[in-house]
């Protein structure tokens, strides 16, 4: 396998089964293409008490700084039904110009454009750069992300291991490679409201309390509400009722109690806290016995844009021809930690195959981002003189 070649290293780290919290090779298969580039690499394993161990590798080239990093992901989501995909999903082939196969594209392509992109560089330099590349990977990114990249950054920080500016390889491209990148993602809240009632015969509601009725206004509150009108870089903030549930089979009993889920996608004019004290605020108006129990996976936020936002957005104009959007939208991603430690901007390649069936990815777009990513070492080094 050559290491300036990003196919053959995606391919190979598709064929590890990677599904989270399982590593499957996938962090040895990197190791092994970064050892001969003179990476140091060190492997990190979490995990909670009768759980499954999460790997984690963190790859660095240099004792200097500037340090630039990488961060991604080696776990996948996930294949379904691997009869409804035109291949086997973990067997990586080549079809038509397109390699085909779970992690193609969310993110195993983006490892292996960067580190052609990084041999390649080490090519043409003959030898490392004034400075330090480094890779922080983790096999928790699609799960609970609470053995990766949340655990290995203050474990970095505590040993003085320091990140001047980090490129997250997420798929961010709408249509064409290079035509979005990420400088900032909304706050993801869940909620679990369950309303308290007295359960009753239906024909004589006044001797009971009923909660479906109560949760629907409950709910109709909620929705009525405007969060925001968005700001400069983020859409609106949105509610979304995921499930309402009653658990009730017969049509002449008022209910004990009723349940619904729903989830605010926040942009950085909330925290989850000030969500938190809002929702329960509207409630509490409208009366009656109620639970909420929230959970935040991550908060908004913005990286303004700045030196590192300009260095990266001037090198995919450089390959693409035009300068990229500046986007905050999609789900949450590990830059949701990374950005309490450095600038953190993510560029990758099209997520329009991403967690579906046949994800896929041109072998013209990982040559494309290889000379992205080549573009915005070169570009970050020469600013580093």
Sequence with gaps: MTPSDPVALTRALIRCPSVTPADEGAIDTLAAALKPLGFACM??????????????????????GPNLCFAGHTDVVPPGDAAAWSVSPFAAEVRDGRLIGRGAVDMKGAIGAFVAAVARLLDRRHGPPEGSISLLITGDEEGPAVHGTARVLPWLAERGEHLDACLVGEPTGAEAVGDTVKIGRRGSLNAALTVHGVQGHIAYPQAADNPANR???????????????????????????????????????????ARALFNIRFNDRHSGASLKRRIAATLDRLGGRYDLDVAVSGEAFLSPPGPFTELVAAAVANVTGAAPALDTGGGTSDARFIKDYCPVVECGLVNRTAHKIDEQVTLDDLSRLTDIYGAILKAFFTAAR
């Excluded at 909620?222 to 309402?244: K, M, N, R, W």
Aim: overall charge negative.
């Design 43 to 64: 492997r990190f394993r979490f995990a909670d008490p009768g759980e499954t161990p999460v790997d984690n590798l963190y790859a660095r080239l240099g004792k200097a």
């Design 215 to 257: 949760i629907a206004q409950m709910l109709a509150a909620l929705l009525a509400e405007t969060l925001d009108e968005g700001t400069a870089y983020f859409a609106p903030s949105s509610l979304q009722v995921s499930t309402i549930d009653v658990g009730n089979p017969a049509t002449n009993v008022i209910p004990a109690q």
